[in-house]
C-alpha cells in the first residue's frame, strides 16, 4: 500500500511537536496536523517545564516549530483533522478541506477541553486569576485567600489539594455540595469553608479576582479561584477509532502511549491524567520512539 508519509500526528502541542522532533530525528517522515486550538491559549504562562518556566504558551510553541524546520521530512499544516479511519495496514485521515491523508501509525495528540463554568464575569479573569491547575498556578497565589468550585468528590479532592497553596479556602459548590458527611468532616477538619449558595458572578479589575457574589449571603472576598468542572476530548477521533477510555474520560494508554488500536498511538492531556506541559511532550517522546521500533521491526528482511 502506498503512505503519504510514516506518521501523522494530529495535534500541534508539546505532544504532538515532541513527537514529530524525534521522529525526524530517527530519519522518519511525519506530518503534523494542528487545528492550533490549545487548552493553555487563555493562559499567559505556562510552568513546571525545566529551562522554559514562566514562557507564554504560544511562545512555546513557536520555539519549538522553529526548532521542526530544519528537518525536511517533517511537515506542519494547520488544519484540522475532521475523521479518521484504520486501512489495514495502516490510517486514512481527512482533513477539514476534504483531503485524505495515508500513514503507517498515527498519533493523536489534540488533548482536552475544560468545562469552563459558565458564571459571569469568569471568562475575564480565566487565565490571569481563574485556573483549573494549582500546580501550574498555584505558586503565583500562594498564601492568598482563595475559592474552590466544585462539588462532590473534585470539589472535596481539589480543595484538599489546595491545602499545599494556602490554608484560607472556600469550597463555593454552586448549589447542593454533593457531599457526604465524612467529606464534610474531613472539610472542616482542616479549615475549609463550604458555601452552597449559588454563584451569580464574579468580580475582579485588571484580570484580578476580588470579589465572589451569591445569590444569597454577603459577597466573598477572595484573590484566585481553581475550579474542578470536568474536561472532555477535544477530538472524537480516539472514541471513533475504538479506544478504550479510563474513568477520568482520557483514552486508556499501556507501554509507550500504546492503545487497544494496533498501531495507534495517544500522548498528551488526551491520555491518562497528569495533564503537564513536560508529561505532554515526555509522552509524545516516547510515543515516537515506540513507532520508529515498530516500523524498524517491520521493515527487517
Sequence with gaps: MSFDCDVTIVGGGPA?????????????????????????AVVRHLH???????????????????????????????VEVTSARCINPGFEVTLATGR????????????????VPDIPGLRDLYGTSVFHCPFCDGWEVRGQPIAVYGRGASGHGLALEMLGWTHDLVLCTDGPADLDDSQRLDL??????????????????????????????????????????????????????????????????????????SGLYVAGDASRDVQWVVIAAAEGAEAAYAMTLDMLAEDRI
Design 188 to 261: 472542616a477538619r482542616n479549615g475549609i469553608v463550604i458555601r452552597e449558595e449559588r454563584v451569580v458572578r464574579l468580580e475582579g479589575r485588571k484580570g484580578v479576582l476580588e470579589c465572589v457574589h451569591f445569590d444569597a449571603g454577603g459577597p466573598l472576598a477572595r484573590r484566585a479561584l481553581f475550579f474542578t468542572n470536568g474536561q472532555h476530548q477535544a477530538s472524537s477521533l480516539a472514541l471513533n477509532l475504538g479506544c478504550a477510555f479510563n474513568d477520568k474520560g482520557t483514552v486508556h494508554t499501556g507501554r509507550h502511549e500504546s492503545t487497544t488500536v
Design 48 to 78: 513546571g517545564l525545566l529551562s522554559r518556566d514562566g514562557m507564554p504558551p504560544l511562545e512555546l510553541l513557536r520555539v519549538a516549530r522553529e526548532d521542526l524546520a530544519r528537518y525536511q521530512t517533517v511537515q506542519i499544516e494547520h
Design 16 to 40: 504532538g511537536l515532541s513527537a514529530a522532533l524525534i521522529l525526524a530525528r530517527a530519519c522518519r517522515t511525519a506530518i503534523v496536523f494542528d487545528a492550533e486550538h490549545p487548552r493553555n
Design 100 to 115: 485524505t491523508w495515508r500513514s503507517r501509525k498515527l498519533l493523536i495528540a489534540t488533548g482536552v477541553a475544560d468545562n
